[in-house]
T-cell receptor, first 113, second 112 residues
Framework: QKEVEQDPGPLSVPEGAIVSLNCTYSNSAFQYFMWYRQYSRKGPELLMYTYSSGNKEDGRFTAQVDKSSKYISLFIRDSQPSDSATYLCAMSGRQTGANNLFFGTGTRLTVIP | DGGITQSPKYLFRKEGQNVTLSCEQNLNHDAMYWYRQDPGQGLRLIYYSQIVNDFQKGDIAEGYSVSREKKESFPLTVTSAQKNPTAFYLC???????????FGPGTRLTVT
């Protein structure tokens, strides 16, 4: 079983839709959770960073962590064509070490104008 | 402008040749990382370094080598021993005891 599971998609939505991207994980030691956005042929860009459980909002983006279910989500409101990219979740914890970041395989999102 | 630079953006080599990929950061980060990204496989850690003159193997270090002579620089050499070198290579860095990593733009290596 992989440490982090992420549906690869692809996911296509119309402009203005609410997008929900998700990852599940198996290691209860994970405490730090990140979402990266990666445009085609570019490096990943850190989008959201959360610690432990709860929600964090930044503009149109909301990151949600449910440690009891080992489930994290990224919501994108009022999606735009410029949001079309691959979204990677990543996570780590004190026990797994700061240098060990566990990544999902990424979900490819297309927002159709 | 603080950030991570990788050069070149595209690199083509013949099989059997060693090639070195450059990574420089001016974020004053202590830790630097090299990842390989292949379609459908996500990011895999090749090597990482927490301080100058020290580095550790990641999950797929075979066929690769690194050096860390300066805090700002962490070059990766893809040797002829690497069986499938064609891939997208990403360099990243992070601050001391920080969990979030920041990535460079990547180098796409094609070996024929």
């Amino acid at each position: 079983q992989k440490e982090v599971e992420q549906d690869p998609g692809p996911l296509s939505v119309p402009e203005g839709a609410i997008v929900s991207l998700n990852c599940t994980y198996s290691n209860s030691a994970f405490q730090y959770f990140m979402w990266y956005r990666q445009y085609s042929r570019k490096g990943p860009e850190l989008l959201m960073y959360t610690y432990s459980s709860g929600n964090k909002e930044d503009g149109r983006f909301t990151a949600q962590v449910d440690k009891s279910s080992k489930y994290i989500s990224l919501f994108i409101r009022d999606s735009q064509p410029s949001d079309s990219a691959t979204y990677l979740c990543a996570m780590s914890g004190r026990q797994t070490g700061a240098n060990n970041l566990f990544f999902g395989t990424g979900t490819r999102l297309t927002v159709i104008p | 402008d603080g950030g991570i630079t990788q050069s070149p953006k595209y690199l083509f080599r013949k099989e059997g040749q060693n090639v070195t990929l450059s990574c420089e950061q001016n974020l004053n980060h202590d830790a630097m990382y090299w990842y390989r990204q292949d379609p459908g496989q996500g990011l895999r850690l090749i090597y990482y370094s927490q301080i100058v003159n020290d580095f550790q193997k990641g999950d797929i270090a075979e066929g690769y080598s690194v050096s860390r002579e300066k805090k700002e620089s962490f070059p990766l050499t893809v040797t002829s021993a690497q069986k499938n070198p064609t891939a997208f290579y990403l360099c990243a860095s992070s601050g001391r005891q920080n969990y979030e990593q920041y990535f460079g733009p990547g180098t796409r290596l094609t070996v024929t």
